[in-house]
């Protein structure tokens, strides 16, 4: 029973990772339509970023707030200035590919300049171990559940207590009519392209000392955030949560009482059983669309 709890308060620390990125694919899509293959990508280049402002001798903190306005002003603004606003006229599957082609040159290009080679991470909450009734729990997965739940949770209440949170939601679910109510879409817009750059910013901070800093870390962090997205709910933030914690703790669970060998097939596996028998996700809401 320790082992079970320890495996999945774990895979709950691992799971909440996923959510962050999948959260940013929610945002996304509510706001401006937009499905980003490259959010994987968009985790890995803020992790190189910090160990290039580490290696110019600053400290972690200081190193993850300059690259939280990097990664604010290149994957917030200039991904939906560069890519986004040019491509959105032409539909979703244009728009997919191009980000799909996004990731290819961001992932191309970190391995050009920074090499083949995994590079270690510090880890922002240390090393040690606590024990709790038995349990071993490590404090970095304890930092990572609290962050993940403060930031899944404020940002709802951000958006649904404040008139900047409400405005962007207004703009989710009817751009011509807010539009018509005098919301500044373009830049409620905007604020959510940035709050999906500084999720990805806080996911490389909280997920590169397990995975060490690599070029292609993004491809399987960014599909299982996508599948943890559809599983909890496209359409709802909490569902994001709730997608990337059960496939953490099903990953961990499957590791360990059945093979490793399993491990990365358990979100796919999970994304079919939820698209058969619940196809809107599990907090998911049914969208009407009127022909």
Same mark, same amino acid.
């Given at each position: 029973?320790?082992?079970?709890?320890?495996?999945?308060?774990?895979?709950?620390?691992?799971?909440?990772?996923?959510?962050?990125?999948?959260?940013?694919? !929610?945002?996304?899509?509510?706001?401006?339509? !937009?499905?980003?293959?490259?959010?994987?990508?968009?985790?890995?280049?803020?992790?190189?970023?910090? %160990?290039?402002?580490?290696?110019?001798?600053?400290?972690?903190?200081?190193?993850?707030?300059? !690259?939280?306005?990097?990664?604010?002003?290149?994957?917030?603004?200039?991904?939906?200035?560069?890519?986004?606003?040019?491509?959105?006229?032409?539909?979703?599957?244009?728009?997919?590919?191009?980000?799909?082609?996004?990731?290819?040159?961001?992932?191309?290009?970190?391995?050009?300049?920074?090499?083949?080679?995994?590079?270690?991470?510090?880890?922002?909450?240390?090393? *040690?171990?606590? +024990?709790?009734?038995?349990?071993?729990?490590?404090?970095?997965?304890?930092?990572?559940?609290?962050?993940?739940?403060?930031?899944?949770? =404020?940002?709802?209440?951000?958006?649904? *207590?404040?008139?900047?949170?409400?405005?962007?939601?207004?703009?989710?679910?009817?751009?011509? !009519?807010?539009?018509?109510?005098?919301?500044?879409?373009?830049?409620?817009?905007?604020?959510?392209?940035?709050?999906?750059?500084?999720?990805?910013?806080?996911?490389?901070?909280?997920?590169?000392?397990?995975?060490?800093?690599?070029?292609?870390?993004?491809? %399987?962090?960014?599909?299982?955030?996508?599948?943890?997205?559809?599983?909890?709910?496209?359409?709802?933030?909490?569902?994001?949560?709730?997608?990337?914690?059960?496939?953490?703790? +099903?990953?961990?669970?499957? =590791?360990?009482?059945? +093979?490793? +060998?399993?491990?990365?097939?358990?979100?796919?596996?999970?994304?079919?059983?939820?698209?058969?028998?619940?196809?809107?996700?599990?907090?998911?809401?049914?969208?009407?669309?009127?022909?």
């Amino acid at each position: 029973m320790i082992n079970f709890m320890q495996l999945v308060i774990s895979g709950m620390a691992t799971g909440s990772i996923y959510a962050l990125v999948a959260l940013g694919f !929610t945002l996304l899509w509510q706001a401006s339509g !937009t499905i980003n293959f490259a959010a994987g990508e968009f985790v890995m280049l803020p992790a190189f970023s910090m %160990l290039a402002f580490q290696a110019l001798g600053l400290p972690l903190l200081a190193s993850f707030v300059l !690259t939280l306005v990097v990664a604010t002003a290149v994957l917030g603004y200039g991904f939906k200035r560069a890519i986004v606003d040019p491509m959105r006229k032409f539909g979703v599957m244009p728009l997919v590919v191009a980000t799909i082609g996004l990731a290819l040159i961001m992932r191309s290009g970190a391995q050009i300049a920074f090499g083949a080679q995994a590079m270690p991470f510090k880890n922002i909450f240390g090393y *040690h171990v606590f +024990s709790i009734a038995g349990v071993h729990v490590s404090a970095s997965d304890m930092g990572i559940l609290a962050c993940t739940f403060v930031v899944v949770f =404020g940002l709802q209440a951000f958006l649904q *207590h404040t008139v900047t949170g409400r405005a962007m939601q207004a703009v989710a679910q009817n751009t011509e !009519t807010a539009r018509v109510l005098g919301i500044r879409v373009n830049r409620m817009i905007f604020y959510t392209f940035a709050i999906n750059a500084m999720l990805a910013t806080l996911a490389a901070l909280l997920v590169t000392p397990m995975y060490l800093a690599k070029f292609d870390m993004g491809i %399987l962090l960014g599909l299982k955030a996508f599948l943890a997205a559809i599983i909890g709910g496209f359409n709802n933030s909490r569902g994001a949560l709730l997608g990337g914690v059960i496939i953490g703790v +099903s990953e961990n669970l499957v =590791g360990a009482y059945i +093979s490793s +060998s399993y491990m990365d097939g358990v979100a796919l596996a999970l994304f079919l059983l939820v698209i058969l028998f619940k196809p809107d996700g599990l907090l998911g809401a049914p969208v009407v669309r009127k022909v």
